[in-house]
């Protein structure tokens, strides 16, 4: 299947401070890409929706000048967790979409703030 | 948006065959059905996925029956490595994308 990198796998980081985290799709392009928070135990949710070029849809709920999304190219897309605290803490996971309704996930952002 | 239903939990036991049923009562015409496997502090991986009646491939297989309101993925001879959490996925097109929103996901144990 195709493959989604995402980096880092892991950062711990001061309060206040801010984090990004990469993912690419290494052998599609991902026209439309997509962000996930994840707490232990807990099933994935969606954060936010975005297309190559055009502005992220967030979802209700989720601050978008705190999770900034860049989605500059089909292959590259960034979350930028601004000014992160403590409950920021989670696991992040992106994947991309192919075209058809089949996602490929990154292997996900442990993120601590301290 | 097509809401899951999934089991929270099941337990197996080394090279049995598992059964997990997903409901999805209000699929849409064009909506697939897709189920993922997660291991813990890793992204989901792709199993299968399918619009109707029966697809198989090289892990699993997964049953629609006719009136696609419901699905039933089928783990053969399960191992320890199988261990994971489950989760079915109804693929929702709005506003021109496609939004696959997560259930709660079946956590299969599978016990030696």
């Known amino acids: 299947g195709a493959v989604v990198s995402q980096h880092p796998s892991w950062v711990i980081c001061k309060s206040g401070t801010s984090v990004k985290i990469e993912c690419r799709s290494l052998d599609f392009q991902a026209t439309t890409m997509f962000w996930y928070r994840q707490f232990p135990k807990q099933s994935l949710m969606l954060m936010a929706t975005?297309?190559?070029?055009?502005?992220?849809?967030?979802e209700q709920g989720v601050e978008k000048d705190k999770f900034l999304i860049n989605h500059a190219s089909l292959t590259l897309s960034t979350l930028t967790v601004t000014s992160a605290h403590p409950e920021d803490s989670s696991f992040y996971i992106c994947?991309?979409?192919?075209?058809?309704?089949?996602?490929?996930f990154g292997s996900g952002t442990q993120l601590s703030v301290l | 948006l097509a809401k899951t239903t999934q089991p929270i939990s099941m337990d197996s036991y080394e090279g049995q065959e598992v059964n997990i049923t997903c409901s999805h009562n209000n699929i849409a015409t064009n909506d697939y059905i897709t189920w993922y496997q997660q291991f813990p502090s890793q992204g989901p991986r792709f199993i299968i996925q399918?619009?109707?009646t029966k697809v198989t491939n090289e892990v699993a297989s997964l049953f629609i029956p006719a009136d696609r309101k419901s699905s039933t993925l089928s783990l053969p001879r399960v191992s320890l490595s199988d261990t994971a959490v489950y989760y079915c996925?109804?693929?929702?097109?709005?506003?021109?994308?496609?939004?696959?929103?997560f259930g709660s996901g079946t956590r299969l144990l599978v016990r030696p």
């Open positions: 975005s297309n190559e070029g055009s502005k992220a849809t967030y």
């Open positions: 399918g619009y109707k």
């Open positions: 994947s991309g979409r192919t075209g058809s309704e089949k996602l490929f």
């Open positions: 996925l109804v693929a929702s097109r709005e506003d021109s994308s496609y939004k696959l929103i």
